[in-house]
Structure formats: structure tokens, C-alpha cells
């Protein structure tokens, strides 16, 4: 068998992709949180005995990076002092991890000799991790102690033995330890699978062979970056965006700055420019904007190549420590989703400069952070933690996604039947809100709002969000996506509107309602065809007084005193036409 083999290859390389999805189905089925078996906040992957990434299983966009540094902290700090039965854990986002919730496990694999020829990869987002507010989650921490339980580069077994001193250190730190430790039982159970997959392929190509095929994998992939990018025009382009705050100092914009150049196979992404670290919790490490550069532009390339170290090595990322796109200790980080979100848009803003044709508007901004935490009458602790998805910016072939991941996600949505059985909670809307995306010859995906009264006697509510003030882009002449919204107790007169970010306590029988940005438009709404204009009144998701005012069209034969509120028979019989009027002066007739 010789590596260079396509045949041997192709098979190796859909093998070992098999087996990171393997690991990923293991966790999502013997998972204990709803964080991980309903939205799948976790990744699994193979790695070389370098730490390189060799295999991602179909999960996380936001973990492309993540897994290979957090290795490779863990290796540089054991060197050879790594023994079959071994697994290893981090979580410290100062030596290689992300932030606290995010529980990095590692197994080395052997073949029969002293040292690994591989290693298995999870990462999942704990319920708990200790800290100042349940789900140790929240934006309004202002260093790293205040978030949780922090775990250095340790060794959770050794020689098949459990570290019994680290065990009970996590079960005496977290809120809800049995829901913890089983979700770590469950990223062990997928590191067994892993090893049994391995057992199977070394015994197909043997051990040098693994290596071989593993190196010829990544190879492939960098071949392939190297390919697409080539087929690009060289250029630079730079684009700012700006977080609305950092929930510490509110009403002051925080600029992210992206800059994007292409010379021949290679491409480089700065973020040089970008804001100095922030009080607030949502800075960023270094693996965690290189996912987002990585993401961004894996995207706009011509070729779905397997995920891996070879998409990596063409793409250069500058991040300046000491910015939010790389925070120092002790920088807060727990919330730092946000900003790698909304980098993901702010890249694909410098991009879309360069390659209009190939990037789509900015979407909701990212998903938003929900927990809501407390004790009930027994003092039992309940932790919900939500991550609400909701659309894709317009693309200039097609409209947005409605009720969508982010694709730097990739997470599901949670079940609302789910939520109420398991805590003290009533779910009372999960709808689209109409007029929300962004207007366009191909319109920006729709927003979503989910709404939930508390049942316990008082419980601790945290919620990551943005875009209430700057609203997701459009491109070409797109519109913008409509702003972000938090609402407590909506409709009844102690009604309030809340701000993006915020940690606040939340009482029985109150109602906090919380609405996703909608996403930005692309082309000239004028220039939309009037079936797709329809389609959407009909559906809904949009109004015929928008759609007069956006999209320059009138209701034939109707009466005009049909508005948002006509009945789904009148919306049936409605019919649409441009109105004959200039791109000022539009209305709506009978």
C-alpha cells in the first residue's frame, strides 16, 4: 500500500471523517445537558500525534482552531510524559482553551508502541462551571476569576487510573456536578469510540500507514485551499464593524476591524485595528478568531474540502494580543461568542469588497446567549442554558435562511417541550417576527423571538445578545436586517425594554421575551420579483404596508384598508403589482 495512493486515500479520508461523526453521535446520544443532546454545542475530532487536526465530525465551524491549540498547550506542557490509559483535560482559555464552559478532553491512541499515533478530541459546553452566576455564562464578569472553575493542562486519568483529587474538585465547583460529570463520562464515551475506530484502521493500513494517510489528508486539503484561492483575484479590502458595548461601558461602541488580503494561493486576515480588550466578558482568544477568520473564508472558496490542518496553513491570521480579537489575562472571556459571531459578518464584510458575487449580507449577528438559573423550594438548582439561532444574511443567488444556525454554530434548536419538562419555566411564542429581515431583490432571512414566563419563586437571568443598535448589514443595496430586541413582561403595563446584554433577576410569573436581529437584504428591493413578494405576504413574513414601502408594490383588487391583520382567506386572494411611482413616493392602492 502506498500513501500517495488516490484510491487508498479517498477511502482513508472518508474513514476517518466517519469516525469524528461517530464520536459526535456517541456524545449527542449519552449526553445529560440540553445544552449538548438539544442544541449540540460540542465537537469531536482526530488529531495527529503533533496535535494537528486530521478529521473534524460534523459539528462546530467554532471549533476549527480551537481543538489543535488546546492539544498542543496540553503536549507542550507533558512532552513524552504521556502513557496508554492517559486522557487529558483543559478548559483555561490562558493555556489554550477557549472559555471556562468549554471542557476540553483528549485521549492518546496507540498502536503497540511507546508513544501515540493519534489522539481523540472533544470539546462541549458544560451547563456549570462554577463562578458568580449560574452557567457561568454571563457578558458583566470583568476578569477571568469571576467565571468558573479554571483547568489548567491536567491529567483527568492516568495509566487507566481517575484523578479521584480532580474529580471531586469539579463536583465540589459546579452547580449541577452530576449533570457535568456525566456529560464528561459522555466525551469519554466518544474517546472510546475513537479508539476502537483507530484499532480498526491500523489493523486495515497499519501504524505508519495511519500516519502516512493522516499526513496525505491534510496534504490534500491544503492542496485544495491552495487551488481556490488561487482562482481569486489578488487584493485588500478592509471592513469595520461595531458590537454595541460591552455591557460594562454601555452606549460605547466597540469597533472590529477586519482586514483581508489575497496574493496568489495565500491569504492573510488582520485584525489589526480592533478594539483594546474590554471590560466585559466578551474578548476573545487567539484560537477563537482564527476560527472565525478560517470560517469566514473557507466559506467564499470554490471547494468543500475536508476539514482540517491543510485549510489552515495558506490562510495567515493576525489577531494583536491585548485586543478584543486576543485578550491577556485577566481578561474576561465567558460571553466571547458574541464577538466571534459577529467577527465571522465583520470578515465577510471585507470579503464581499473583494468577491461580491460569493459572500452573503451579515446575518442576526449570531446567536443569542439565554440562561436562566436558580434554587427551587428545596433548594435543588436548575440551570437552563439556550442558544437562540435564527437566520442567514440574504445571498446574492437567493433570500437569507429563515430560522437558521449561524454557520459559524452550526447548533439545533431547543425543544420547547424539552425546556418546560425540565424546568421551572413556560414557554409561550417561538415565531417569526414579521418585517424583520431585511428588504432586497433577495430578501435577508427572517428574525425569530422566543418568549418565557418563570414558574420557580425567583431565578438569575443572563442574556448574550447585540445588534440592538447596529443592525446587521445589507450589500448591493440591500436593506439591514431589523434590530434586536429584550422585553420584560411585553404587552402588560410594567412592560420594559431591557438591553442587549444584561444579568438581572427575574421573579415568579414575569415574562422576559427576547427577539433575534433579522438579517441584512442584497440587491435593490425594486428590482424583486413580485412572486417571491407574494410568496412572503402570504407566509406572513411580510406586511403589506412593508411591502409597499420596501418593495414598491400595491395590492390588486383588494380593499385598501388590508393591512398586517387581514385574515390568512384575504392574504390567499391577494395578488401583487409594482406600483407605479417613484423610488420616494410609494403606496399602497385598491
Given at each position: 500500500m502506498q500513501a500517495t495512493d488516490p484510491i487508498t486515500a479517498e477511502l482513508f479520508r472518508n474513514a476517518i471523517a466517519a469516525l469524528g461523526d461517530e464520536m459526535v453521535l456517541t456524545i449527542y446520544r449519552t449526553a445529560y445537558s440540553g445544552v449538548l443532546k438539544n442544541i449540540m454545542d460540542y465537537s469531536a475530532a482526530l488529531?495527529?500525534?503533533q496535535g494537528r487536526l486530521a478529521a473534524q465530525g460534523l459539528a462546530l465551524p467554532g471549533h476549527l482552531c480551537s481543538i489543535p491549540v488546546a492539544l498542543q498547550a496540553v503536549l507542550?506542557?507533558?512532552?513524552?510524559?504521556?502513557?496508554?490509559?492517559?486522557?487529558?483535560?483543559?478548559?483555561?482559555?490562558y493555556d489554550g482553551g477557549m472559555h471556562l464552559p468549554d471542557i476540553f478532553i483528549f485521549r492518546p491512541l496507540f498502536a503497540g508502541g511507546n508513544k501515540p499515533i493519534a489522539y481523540a478530541a472533544t470539546i462541549c459546553h458544560h451547563t456549570d462551571v462554577g463562578g458568580r452566576v449560574p452557567g457561568s455564562n454571563a457578558s458583566d464578569s470583568t476578569e477571568i476569576y469571576a467565571e468558573g472553575l479554571r483547568i489548567p493542562p491536567l491529567k483527568l486519568y492516568e495509566r487507566g487510573q481517575p484523578n479521584s483529587t480532580l474529580f471531586r474538585m469539579i463536583d465540589r465547583n459546579v452547580r449541577l456536578p452530576g449533570r457535568v460529570l456525566g456529560d464528561i463520562r459522555s466525551q469519554l464515551a466518544a474517546c472510546e469510540?475513537?479508539?476502537?475506530?483507530?484499532?480498526?484502521?491500523?489493523?486495515?493500513?497499519?501504524?505508519?500507514?495511519?500516519?502516512?494517510?493522516?499526513?496525505?489528508?491534510?496534504?490534500?486539503?491544503?492542496?485544495?485551499?491552495?487551488?481556490?484561492l488561487a482562482e481569486l483575484p489578488d487584493g485588500e479590502a478592509t471592513f469595520t464593524d461595531w458590537i454595541d458595548d460591552d455591557q460594562i461601558d454601555v452606549g460605547k461602541p466597540i469597533p472590529l476591524v477586519c482586514t483581508v488580503r489575497k496574493h496568489g494561493d495565500a491569504m492573510e486576515v488582520d485584525w489589526t485595528g480592533s478594539a483594546p480588550q474590554v471590560k466585559g466578558a466578551i474578548n476573545n482568544t487567539w484560537s477563537y478568531t482564527a476560527a472565525m477568520s478560517f470560517t469566514a473564508v473557507k466559506s467564499v472558496l470554490s471547494i468543500n474540502m475536508p476539514n482540517n490542518d491543510g485549510v489552515f496553513r495558506p490562510i495567515k491570521v493576525i489577531a494583536p494580543a491585548g485586543t478584543i480579537t486576543h485578550g491577556k489575562l485577566p481578561a474576561a472571556c465567558a460571553a466571547r461568542g458574541l464577538t466571534g459571531f459577529r467577527g465571522v459578518d465583520c470578515c465577510f464584510g471585507a470579503l464581499a469588497r473583494l468577491y461580491p458575487d460569493r459572500v452573503m449580507a451579515a446575518g442576526e449577528g449570531g446567536n443569542t446567549g439565554v440562561t436562566i438559573g436558580g434554587y427551587d423550594k428545596d433548594l435543588q438548582p436548575f440551570i437552563y442554558v439556550d442558544f437562540l439561532s435564527g437566520c442567514w444574511g440574504a445571498r446574492p443567488w437567493a433570500d437569507g435562511l429563515d430560522g437558521n444556525t449561524s454557520m459559524f454554530a452550526n447548533m439545533a434548536s431547543f425543544s420547547v417541550e424539552v425546556i418546560e419538562a425540565e424546568n421551572p419555566l413556560e414557554v409561550l411564542d417561538y415565531e417569526f417576527v414579521p418585517d424583520s429581515g431585511g428588504a432586497g431583490r433577495f430578501r435577508g432571512g427572517m428574525a425569530q423571538r422566543k418568549t418565557w414566563r418563570m414558574l420557580a419563586d425567583e431565578g438569575v437571568l443572563q442574556v448574550r445578545a447585540d445588534r440592538q443598535v447596529h443592525q446587521p448589514y445589507g450589500l448591493q443595496g440591500g436593506a439591514s436586517g431589523a434590530a434586536g430586541r429584550n422585553v420584560l413582561d411585553p404587552g402588560q403595563a410594567t412592560e420594559q425594554q431591557l438591553h442587549a446584554k444584561l444579568t438581572m433577576t427575574l421573579r415568579k410569573g414575569q415574562v422576559f421575551r427576547h427577539e433575534l436581529p433579522g438579517a441584512g437584504g442584497?440587491?435593490?428591493?425594486?428590482?424583486?420579483?413580485?412572486?417571491?413578494?407574494?410568496?412572503?405576504?402570504?407566509?406572513?413574513?411580510?406586511?403589506?404596508?412593508?411591502?409597499?414601502?420596501?418593495?414598491?408594490?400595491?395590492?390588486?383588487?383588494?380593499?385598501?384598508?388590508?393591512?398586517?391583520?387581514?385574515?390568512?382567506?384575504?392574504?390567499?386572494?391577494?395578488r401583487v403589482g409594482r406600483a407605479e411611482s417613484n423610488r420616494t413616493g410609494r403606496s399602497v392602492a385598491g
Open positions: 488529531c495527529d500525534a507542550g506542557h507533558f512532552g513524552d510524559d504521556i502513557a496508554e490509559g492517559d486522557i487529558l483535560i483543559n478548559n483555561d482559555p469510540i475513537a479508539s476502537r475506530g483507530m484499532t480498526d484502521l491500523v489493523g486495515r493500513y497499519g501504524a505508519d500507514g495511519v500516519v502516512a494517510l493522516m499526513n496525505e489528508t491534510m496534504d490534500y486539503s491544503e492542496r485544495l485551499t491552495r487551488h481556490c442584497y440587491g435593490d428591493p425594486l428590482t424583486r420579483e413580485l412572486d417571491l413578494v407574494e410568496k412572503d405576504l402570504r407566509d406572513g413574513l411580510v406586511t403589506i404596508p412593508r411591502a409597499a414601502q420596501d418593495y414598491g408594490v400595491v395590492a390588486q383588487g383588494d380593499p385598501p384598508q388590508i393591512d398586517h391583520s387581514a385574515s390568512e382567506t384575504l392574504r390567499s386572494q391577494l
